[in-house]
């Protein structure tokens, strides 16, 4: 053999036999065989099974929420069709009442009496929801947060 094809010796610590028996000095067969890929080959095929491992990772989470997103989605259908027939039904309970109120009095004032009582309930909904919108809503604790991160970030990294 010359020089430049010899392999370096083994330390001293594996002059014994390897793990699981063999004949002393047979550490090739239990360490294997001196890589021939280089640095380069070897970095690009890390990267791309991590690659490969991140999509699979991604994959696996889009399968996962489908199949959690499914049944919230007919419940969500479900809510949606009770709130339409409560809706139904309410207009229903609204034509009785200004039926019930026409057998006492006019008409044409029942059904008044029926439209003031709506309009009385969407103006008090209306400023209900108007009082909610005029709270302020503040980010003071997220940009704390992220203030005190950069400057972690700057205390730990690396002067230049």
Known sequence: MTAATQQ???PASTSGPPPGGGPPGDWRR???ARPTVGVGPAGKAVAEDV?????????????E???GIKPKAMGIGA???AAVLGWLGLQGLLITLGFLLA????????ALVVTLLLLAGAAVAGLLGKKKFETQVSLDTTKA????DVEWTKAHLPSR
Not at 103 to 109: D, E, I, K, T, Y
Not at 145 to 148: A, G, K, M
């Open 145 to 148: 947060n992220v203030e005190e």
């Open 30 to 32: 239990w360490i294997g």
């Open 103 to 110: 057998l006492v009095m006019p008409a044409w004032v029942a």
């Open 8 to 10: 370096p010796a083994l």
């Open 65 to 67: 929420l489908m199949a």
């Open 79 to 81: 809510f949606v069709g």
């Open 51 to 63: 690659s490969a491992l991140i999509k699979a990772e991604i994959a696996l989470a889009k399968a």
